[in-house]
Structures are given as C-alpha cells and as structure tokens.
C-alpha cells in the first residue's frame, strides 16, 4: 500500500484501536495513539451515521495543510489508515485502500484455524507466572506513600 | 478480551477506568503515569473540555517487557463520566479485558455511582461481555472528602458478590491508585486464555 500510493504510512488497526500491521516511515509517528484515537474517531462517525440516518460511513478523509489521512472499514471489525502528504494522489489512495481492504477483508472473514504449534508457542501457566512477575514489579506499591488498604 | 498478534509478537490487554463524572478517573492515569518509569510508558493522550471534562477518552499504553518472545502490553482508556456520551463509552468498553470502577466518596454520591455502575453493567451486556466472570475493581476514591460514604454501601446497593475487591483512595495524592491497577493487572492475566 505504501509503495502503490506513495503514502508515508499505512496501518491495519482494530475497531477497539490496537495496531495490528504497519507500513512505512513508523519512526517519526506515535502509531498506538494514533490507533487508539482513530478507532475512537471512527465509532463517533458512526453515531453520526446513525443520526443522519447511515447505518455507517465506510470513509474518513482528514484534509491538513501537509498530510492528510485517509480511513477506511475492513471488513466489520477493522480499518486501515492511510497518512499521504500528496493529495492529488487521492484517487490513486482511495483506489488502492479499496482494493487492499476488499482482499484483507477476505482473509479476516476466513475461518481461523490454528497452526498446530500456536497452544505450544505460549505455555500459559509458565506465561501467566511471568506476567505476574512483571505486574508486581512494575505496579509497585509504595508503602509509605500508599495509606490504601484493600477491603 | 487481549488482543494477540502474532505478527507483531504482542499481547496487548485493554483496561478501562470507569466511574461516574469527576470521580477521579483521569487523575488515576495521570499518577500511574507520573509514577512509572519512562521506559515502560507510552504518551498520555488527555481529550478534555476547557472544565476538565473527558470529551473522548483520556489513553496511555504501558509496555511491561517481553515473556515467551511476546511483548506485555497494557492500554489504559477512562471513559467520559457524563451521562450524555453514551456513544464514547461504548466505544471504549469494546474489547476490555478489565475494568476499574472509580467510585466518588463523598456523601450524596452514592446514586451517582449505583447509576453510573449499571450503565456498565448494560453496556457491557449489549457489547456481550461476560459479566460474571469479568475482572472489576471497585475503587472508593475522594477518601478525603468527608462525609463520605459507607465502604461497601456501593455493593450492597447493587448486590455484587462480597468477593469484589474494593481499594480506598485518595487519587489526588496518589494513595490507593498503584494498588488499584495492580490488583486489576493481575486479574486480567489471571482470567487470560489463549
């Protein structure tokens, strides 16, 4: 999509706004916020759909001086966003975006099956312990500062 | 429920601060943020009006490291407390793996909070969360604010199960907020499944 377009970035996100693929010049972007506040631009527009009488709008384009974005629905529980700085390359985003989306929307809608090795790739016991491990050390509880007590 | 994602190595796990209006949602992630070191935490995203107010969600990823070759990842959101954007926090609600309710204390809050907690309930039937067997912790923030209300007055008024674990706060200062997420994180990976 990157290459098609000329666009400086592209992202597959969820509609709850996590990052699930990306493209592009990611360095100079902070992609998880932008993940999170898209997803929440786009279930706004949708309660904008509703009351215009639209059950939803597939499209959102944000025009700015530099870049623009262009969003679009994949499927029913994604979108992919598109940044471009060029604008007269509209046409040729709104192409691809529709293009890509109809194929990614393809394999999403596939049933899943799991690889033989996915249960094995995580060992859930041995994971939740070290999860634990890491929650306890970082949300430390200060004891001095922290008069909480739990009930 | 976490998101898994293969490709990118992660497991990213949605937590929600949830509360009536002004009960201190958003100063609970400004003081987990302040508190954490800078590499575990992401930008604090704030969307509020000129009052205050969450406008949108107030956000903040937290990257705990790495276990199993994944990358631990926590997403913080508060909800707008007002009535009024109903549309948001369904939104924000969409796909939690836990959730904290922040209670406000004081005294003649306490219908506030039993309406806020069954907007919860309701939003969370119709996204069709599990409601029983969802990690909630009940935060009584505003301990400071007296006359307060009764601990454990929320539950009864609501007949949750006496097993909810229910924190005392005073967000503004910081007492109870570490506690909170912490008790919720680990409910979260407690309840985990693949």
């Given amino acids: ?151 | 429920m976490a998101h898994i994602s293969s490709e990118n190595q992660q497991i990213v796990f949605k937590l929600v601060y949830f509360g009536p209006g002004m009960s201190g949602k958003t100063t609970n992630l400004h003081w987990i943020h302040a508190q954490l070191a800078e590499k575990y935490r992401g930008e604090l995203l704030v969307l509020d009006t000129e009052k205050e107010r969450t406008l949108f969600f107030d956000f903040f990823p937290v990257s705990l490291g790495r276990v199993e070759n994944y990358a631990i990842k926590f997403h913080l959101y508060t909800i707008p407390g007002q009535i009024h954007y109903e549309a948001s926090r369904r939104l924000i609600l969409e796909g939690a793996d836990g959730v904290a309710f922040i209670a406000d204390s004081r005294m003649g809050h306490l219908e506030k909070n039993i309406q806020s907690y069954r907007m919860m309930i309701d939003n969370m039937i119709d996204l069709r969360i599990p409601v029983d067997d969802f990690p909630v912790v009940l935060q009584y923030n505003k301990r400071d604010l007296e006359p307060l209300i009764e601990l454990g007055s929320i539950e009864r008024e609501l007949g949750l199960s006496p097993g909810i674990p229910a924190i005392e706060a005073v967000a503004s200062e910081g007492r109870g907020v570490m506690q909170t997420l912490r008790l919720l994180s680990m409910e979260v990976i407690r309840k985990f499944q693949l």
């Fill in chain 1, 1 to 151: 999509m990157v290459g098609a377009t000329g666009a400086l970035i592209s992202l597959l996100i969820s509609r709850e706004g996590v990052c699930l693929s990306q493209a592009g010049e990611l360095t100079s972007l902070n992609t998880t916020a932008l993940a999170a506040l898209v997803a929440g631009m786009f279930a706004a527009t949708k309660e904008v759909a509703t009351i215009v009488g639209e059950n939803q709008f597939s499209i959102l384009l944000q025009q700015g001086d530099r870049r623009h974005i262009h969003i679009s629905l994949v499927g029913k529980r994604s979108m992919m966003v598109i940044v471009f700085e060029d604008y007269t390359r509209i046409g040729k985003v709104r192409m691809e975006a529709k293009k890509a989306g109809e194929a990614i929307s393809r394999i999403l809608e596939m049933p899943v099956e799991k690889a033989p090795d996915e249960e094995g790739e995580i060992y859930l016991p041995r994971f939740k312990e070290y999860a634990l491990n890491l929650v306890d050390r970082i949300f430390r509880v200060d004891e001095e500062d922290d008069g909480a007590h739990q009930l």
